[in-house]
């Protein structure tokens, strides 16, 4: 019998850590680095959609999840010059609704879960620095420290930023413009009636959003228009202009509580695809492979649903470059749509948000265009939410056995 394949997974996020724990419990062995000493990290979207609770399920992770702090979403609504646009409740036609779980809760669970694997090796604080080659092959990676580590297969799921995609020449290619947001949190307990769902809110050449997050405090986020520099303003500056973008009783709640609203994070989002996924000893999944925008909260879902298509793959067959492809065939189609139709609405809220004939106009007739502006949203909505149909491996994925191995 061959020896378990060996595994190097780069990144604990959630394309990382949800991985690493199917590849252990399924047999192998897995080192998971992580740069990071801890999960806690300002502003780690949390909004689970069905397409990523799907994948938990599939996992076996439900009875995890349900034991995370969460609440769901009531539902979504636009809002033009501070009047309502439209409404949509929670869960649109799915079977779940959107789900906002703390993302660092949920990496912990996922994380206390690997740990019992004992063919698991744990490496926090330590970020790779370079990978490694055996010939044309990646055999492993360099850590911070030095140390080297070896592998059968290096799974990059560093995020966004992949030094491994860049440390292998693999090139992005970029969709659309990049987009440039401030976050801020205004900490709870947030009046009930000040907020519902997740509200887009456009108001005089602006774009933000308003939601409660799943700890009570209040997530808001200011679009920056394309090369404009952050002004630098206090929080209560902050709060006015904000508040400049609700509707009541959000907008007097931000200026009684703006000395409290907390700084911004600042985050720049390019839109891409990696021209390949993976080569000889490498493959990239999760933000690596595909950075995700923001918009209707995609990137933790996708990272998931490559998770899973991923394990089964790699866990059924000897040849790892094969599944690698294989992998990358399969994930592909479902993540260039999603990419698509969230560009698609980025386009939209650009059109709106800055035209202001537009904007002034779909005001006036807000009571006609408001059903017209739902039923348009609506149409991209379902696939943003479940995903594709038949995406996830449901009978088993084909992956080519060849007869050699391509190990170490
Ligand atoms: C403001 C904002 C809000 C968002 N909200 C949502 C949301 O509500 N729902 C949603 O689905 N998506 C959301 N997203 C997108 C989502 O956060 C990402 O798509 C998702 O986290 C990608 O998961 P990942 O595991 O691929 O990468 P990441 O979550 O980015 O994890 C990568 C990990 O790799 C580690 N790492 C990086 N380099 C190295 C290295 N050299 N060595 C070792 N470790 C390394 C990092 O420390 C990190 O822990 C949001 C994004 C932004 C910017």
Known sequence: MSPPPRFIVVGAGPAGLSLALQLAEGGAEVALIEASERFKRQFRGEALMPSGQQALAQMGLLPLLKELPQRPLEGWSVWLER?????VAE?????????????????????ERARRCPRLQWRPGQAVRQLLKRGSRISGVELSNGEQLEADLVIGCDGRGSLLRQQAGIQLKCLGKPLELLWFELPGPIPKDCIWGFQTLVAGGRIGSACLNASGHLQLAWLLKPGEERDNLASEEWAQRLANLAPAPLAPLLI??????????RFKVQVGMAERWQQPGLLLLGDAAHPMSPIRAQGINLAL????????ALLAGDDLDAASAAIEQQRRTEVKRLQQLQEAEARQGHLIGY????????????GLMGPVAQRVWMARQRPLRDGLPEQLPKPKLAVPRTGKTNRN
Do not use: I, K, Y
Request: charged share 25%; hydrophobic share 45%; with cysteine.
């Open 355 to 366: 035209s202001s004939p537009l904007r002034h106009g779909l005001t006036l007739a807000r």
């Open 83 to 87: 009047r309502r646009l439209f409404r």
């Open 91 to 111: 869960p649109l036609g799915s079977l779940q609704p959107c789900t906002l779980v703390p993302q660092e809760a949920l990496l912990e669970a996922l994380l």
């Open 256 to 265: 009684e509580r703006g000395a409290s609203l907390r700084a911004p994070v």
């Open 305 to 312: 649903r490559d998770s899973v298509v991923a394990a089964e």
